[in-house]
């Protein structure tokens, strides 16, 4: 064979095959892990609709569907009262962690004060420690203090402050160029105007990521809103759900199929929101404000 004899087979072309088949390994493995991860999910929707419920995998068959248990769960809990409570709660601990994170990140991450590092260990030493374990002393200092049981204040003050999302911010805002703020300063711009104009517009991605993270707690928060909460009105979805479960047994005719019902309404608004803001997640545009 010639030394320049162009048909001769290609070393380039081997190794295809090993890569293709890798792939397809790889594909199948993630394909088995999403279904894997997803059948939860399914068996709660279809669980939800059936009529009556098995108790084994056939039960997981979409045959003989109805809407009725979302009926009996409206009926037995004012499932509107319980999703309006769990939107006030969420709506008041996002909107105060976004607002008090992102200028203690902001702080923490781009001004020179005498105690910064003080302050960033002790944000890292909370996030250490249990909610659990300060529940007691919450409800003395709540309820009994400044009496705010069966209030929505008395629900959103302890979780006001988020360390994690103080953390999430002051991480992303250390990654921005430093010249950026730099520039800034030397026109004379304050620091809110900076945070406002500059920061805040290159910090979706961690907004977005903040807001689904703060969102998934206090939306299905159990423990505190029971303790706080003694009258039903006020008490949230996850609460009303744990309430009313002996009073399903004998009112309705599928006692799982509605709590499934109840599971799926919990459910439906943080998977709306992970699919709305997953494509965010990754993408940032730091790099866009400089030059170069």
Same mark, same amino acid.
């Given at each position: 064979?010639?030394? @320049?004899?162009?048909?001769?087979?290609?070393?380039?072309?081997?190794?295809?095959?090993?890569?293709?088949?890798?792939?397809?390994?790889?594909?199948?493995?993630?394909?088995?892990?999403?279904?894997?991860?997803?059948?939860?999910? @399914?068996?709660?929707?279809?669980?939800?609709?059936?009529?009556?419920?098995? +108790?084994?995998?056939?039960?997981?068959?979409?045959?003989?569907?109805?809407?009725?248990?979302?009926?009996?769960?409206?009926?037995?809990?004012?499932?509107?009262?319980?999703?309006?409570?769990?939107?006030?709660?969420?709506?008041?601990?996002?909107?105060?962690?976004?607002?008090?994170?992102?200028?203690?990140? @902001?702080?923490?991450?781009?001004?020179?004060?005498?105690?910064?590092?003080?302050?960033?260990?002790?944000?890292?030493?909370?996030?250490?420690?249990?909610?659990?374990?300060?529940?007691?002393?919450? @409800?003395?200092?709540?309820?009994?203090?400044?009496?705010?049981?069966?209030?929505?204040?008395?629900?959103?003050?302890?979780?006001?402050?988020?360390?994690?999302?103080?953390?999430?911010?002051?991480?992303?805002?250390?990654?921005?160029?430093?010249?950026?703020?730099?520039?800034?300063?030397?026109?004379?711009?304050?620091? #809110?105007?900076?945070?406002?104009?500059?920061?805040?517009?290159?910090?979706?991605?961690? #907004?977005?990521?903040?807001? #689904?993270?703060?969102?998934? +707690?206090?939306?299905?928060?159990?423990?505190?809103?029971?303790?706080?909460?003694?009258?039903?009105?006020?008490?949230?979805?996850?609460?009303?759900?744990?309430?009313?479960?002996?009073?399903?047994?004998?009112?309705?005719?599928?006692?799982?199929?509605?709590?499934?019902?109840?599971?799926?309404?919990?459910?439906?608004?943080?998977?709306?929101?992970?699919? #709305?803001?997953?494509?965010?997640?990754?993408?940032?545009?730091?790099?866009?404000?400089?030059?170069?």
């Amino acid at each position: 064979m010639s030394r @320049y004899d162009l048909t001769a087979p290609s070393g380039h072309d081997v190794p295809h095959t090993g890569r293709g088949t890798g792939r397809a390994i790889r594909f199948v493995v993630l394909l088995v892990g999403a279904l894997g991860f997803l059948f939860p999910f @399914y068996y709660m929707v279809v669980g939800s609709l059936r009529k009556v419920t098995t +108790g084994d995998l056939s039960s997981a068959a979409p045959s003989g569907l109805t809407t009725g248990n979302y009926g009996a769960i409206d009926g037995a809990l004012s499932l509107g009262r319980a999703l309006v409570n769990s939107g006030v709660m969420t709506a008041g601990v996002l909107l105060c962690t976004l607002v008090f994170g992102v200028l203690a990140g @902001y702080a923490l991450a781009r001004l020179q004060f005498r105690g910064r590092g003080t302050v960033f260990a002790t944000l890292l030493l909370v996030q250490t420690i249990p909610f659990q374990l300060l529940t007691l002393p919450l @409800y003395v200092l709540v309820v009994r203090d400044y009496g705010l049981g069966d209030n929505y204040l008395g629900m959103i003050l302890p979780f006001a402050i988020n360390s994690t999302a103080v953390f999430l911010f002051r991480q992303f805002f250390l990654q921005m160029p430093a010249s950026l703020f730099e520039a800034a300063r030397i026109d004379g711009a304050s620091e #809110l105007r900076i945070l406002w104009r500059i920061a805040l517009p290159m910090a979706r991605p961690a #907004l977005l990521t903040g807001t #689904l993270l703060t969102f998934i +707690g206090p939306w299905n928060e159990f423990l505190w809103p029971f303790l706080v909460t003694k009258n039903a009105d006020m008490q949230p979805l996850a609460v009303s759900l744990a309430g009313f479960l002996s009073n399903l047994q004998g009112t309705v005719s599928n006692p799982t199929g509605a709590l499934m019902a109840g599971a799926c309404v919990l459910a439906a608004p943080a998977v709306a929101l992970f699919l #709305l803001f997953q494509r965010h997640f990754t993408h940032t545009n730091i790099d866009s404000g400089i030059k170069g």
